[in-house]
């Protein structure tokens, strides 16, 4: 069964930077893209951003342009999210999901990032 | 940038009772790429509808989706007490995905 295993919850400082995991089984990992989205605390979803497992190529939202990077290892099955330049806006739960034809077909569990001095 | 707007921001039904919920786009939106979600408290959001209308996996059939152009409709014909939630629809155009910024689904 398809499955999205992320990284623990992360503390980080205005200013640092967070890079958040999502580990995918079940599926052929380079078949689909994999996008980021977050949603801060009491909030809506927010989509950051895009990878191609298999060409490694990106897509980010213009919001987070200059501050986000998403890479992926191919070895592993994993996509990584790098969120720079930290500040309290950016505390949030950061999900990975699955995009098939358009739609997020599969999520993972979420990943807290709270930014506080 | 295509915002999607949702209507109405809460709704206070009782369980057996059918509920009706409105996602308007800025822009025309292709009917194949118009999605919709259900969220829990301290969970991920789950597929309910793709393609406007298209029931995603184990989805029951009380759920339900139509629209095309700009206006779209999740309809839920008889609420049982684990509907109750926050729901999101959801685009893609150009490379691009945006949410509408969600309907609470309260037990009245």
């Known amino acids: 069964q398809v499955q999205l295993v992320q990284s623990g919850a992360e503390v980080k400082k205005p200013g640092a930077s967070v890079k958040v995991s999502c580990k995918a089984s079940?599926?052929?990992?380079?078949?689909?893209?994999m996008l980021w989205v977050r949603q801060a605390p009491g909030q809506g979803l927010e989509w950051v951003g895009m990878?191609?497992?298999?060409?490694?190529?990106?897509t980010y939202a213009q919001k987070f342009q200059g501050r986000v990077t998403m890479t992926r290892d191919t070895s592993t099955s994993t996509v990584y999210m790098e969120l720079s330049s930290l500040r309290s806006e950016d505390t949030a739960v950061y999900y990975c999901?699955?995009?098939?034809?358009?739609?997020?077909?599969?999520w993972g569990q979420g990943t807290l990032v709270t930014v506080s001095s | 940038e295509i915002v999607l707007t949702q209507s109405p921001g809460t709704l206070s039904l009782s369980p057996g009772e059918r509920a009706t919920l409105s996602c308007r786009a800025s822009?025309?939106?292709?009917?194949?790429?118009l999605a919709w979600y259900q969220q829990k408290p301290g969970q991920a959001p789950r597929l309910l509808i793709y393609?406007?209308?298209s029931r995603a996996t184990g989805i029951p059939d009380r759920f339900s989706g139509s629209g095309s152009g700009t206006d779209f409709t999740l309809t839920i014909s008889r609420l049982e007490p684990e509907d109750f939630a926050v729901y999101y629809c959801?685009?893609?155009?150009?490379?691009?995905?945006?949410f509408g910024q969600g309907t609470k689904l309260e037990i009245k």
């Open positions: 990878i191609n497992p298999s060409g490694g190529t990106t």
């Open positions: 822009q025309s939106v292709s009917s194949s790429y």
């Open positions: 079940g599926y052929t990992f380079t078949s689909y893209y």
């Open positions: 959801q685009q893609y155009v150009s490379s691009l995905y945006s």
């Open positions: 393609g406007a209308s």
């Open positions: 999901a699955r995009l098939h034809l358009g739609h997020f077909d599969f």
